[in-house]
């Protein structure tokens, strides 16, 4: 008897936790976690796991968009987190893209490279996801 008491109320207690959470948790890891459910797509990989010269597929939120003039080639680098890890993505000799701004939910396609130590993907495949 005392066993199919603690199964039911593991749920509450669960769901006591959660709502907890939501006051003791600093606003980075809620909005990492938020993130991380919003990118647990099929064929995805989490950012943290990549690594350089693999094919991979990314789902995140864009934190920073930046247009980088340089003398022969400008660029627009847009900073891709998936709740694990930051992928910067690269788009060569473009100043703007409709649609890729700060805050923007997508998934990005390509070979994974390494610049002064983080990840990068340049001219990745991207498709815009539905703003919430």
Same mark, same amino acid.
């Given at each position: 008897? &005392?066993?199919?008491?603690? %199964? %039911?109320?593991?749920? $509450?207690?669960?769901? *006591?936790?959660?709502? *907890? !959470? ?6 980075? $890891? *809620?909005?990492?976690?938020?993130? !991380?459910? $919003?990118?647990?797509? &099929?064929?995805?990989?989490? =950012?943290?796991?990549?690594?350089r010269g693999q094919l991979v597929k990314l789902?995140?939120? /864009? ?9 022969? #080639?400008?660029? #627009?680098?847009?900073? *891709?987190?998936?709740?694990?890890? @930051? @992928?910067? #993505? ?6 703007? +893209?409709?649609? +890729?701004?700060?805050?923007?939910? /997508?998934?990005? =396609? ?10 990068? +993907? ?5 498709? #815009?996801? =539905?703003?919430?």
């Amino acid at each position: 008897m &005392a066993a199919v008491e603690d %199964q %039911q109320s593991q749920p $509450e207690v669960s769901g *006591l936790r959660r709502f *907890l !959470r939501k006051f003791t948790a600093s606003d980075q $890891e *809620l909005e990492s976690e938020e993130v !991380r459910r $919003e990118s647990a797509k &099929a064929d995805c990989v989490c =950012a943290d796991r990549v690594r350089r010269g693999q094919l991979v597929k990314l789902s995140g939120r /864009l934190r920073t968009v930046v247009y980088t003039p340089r003398t022969n #080639l400008p660029t #627009l680098e847009a900073e *891709l987190y998936d709740g694990t890890d @930051v @992928v910067t #993505l690269v788009f060569l000799g473009r100043r703007h +893209i409709a649609g +890729i701004e700060p805050g923007r939910a /997508l998934t990005a =396609a390509g070979r994974v490279a390494v610049r002064d130590g983080h990840k990068v +993907i340049y001219n990745p495949h991207y498709s #815009l996801d =539905a703003p919430k």
